[in-house]
């Protein structure tokens, strides 16, 4: 008896287990499609998205763009994210910010020679940059942009 219950409690085990090992690569793709859908249509305010290849395509297309490189842990970046997330709306029809992960994104950090987060950087239809600057907030934003 006790033999078969043994047996059984092994069973039950083993499905489990394989079970468990089914599932995580179909919850893998189902968080990195959630994502990635949400990097690339998520507008965080008027002219204020989040990063991806996508966005920056067509933003360049028919505005002027300006990269936000910003890190979660700090809190000057903060400060800016929330005065964009409620102000942006201020900022002129043609321009779209795009916040730009400074830990994950070395890429564009390298490209445009970024070591500091908290930096903004204008950048043309061509992805060349035209101005860059550290701090500031959406008044030095418009002021850097009235030109």
């Known amino acids: 008896m ?9 069973f039950i085990l083993f499905v489990i287990v394989a079970a468990t090992i089914l599932a995580i690569p179909v ?39 300006v990269l936000y490189f910003w890190a979660p842990w700090c809190s000057t970046c903060s400060v800016l994210d929330d005065e964009l997330m409620e102000r942006s709306s201020e900022l002129p029809d ?19 020679f970024v070591t500091t987060q908290h930096a903004l950087v204008q950048i043309d239809r061509n992805g060349n940059e035209i101005d860059k600057w550290v701090g500031g907030d959406v008044d030095f934003l418009k002021k850097m942009l009235s030109y």
């Open 2 to 10: 006790k033999k078969l219950k043994s047996k059984k409690n092994s």
């Open 27 to 65: 919850l893998n793709s189902l968080q990195n499609s959630t994502s990635e859908t949400s990097a690339q249509t998520r507008q965080l305010a008027p002219h204020y998205i989040e990063y991806s290849e996508e966005n920056l395509a067509n933003a360049l297309q028919n505005e002027r763009v």
């Open 94 to 112: 043609d321009v779209t910010i795009i916040k730009v992960n400074f830990d994950t994104q070395k890429d564009l950090k390298q490209k445009y």
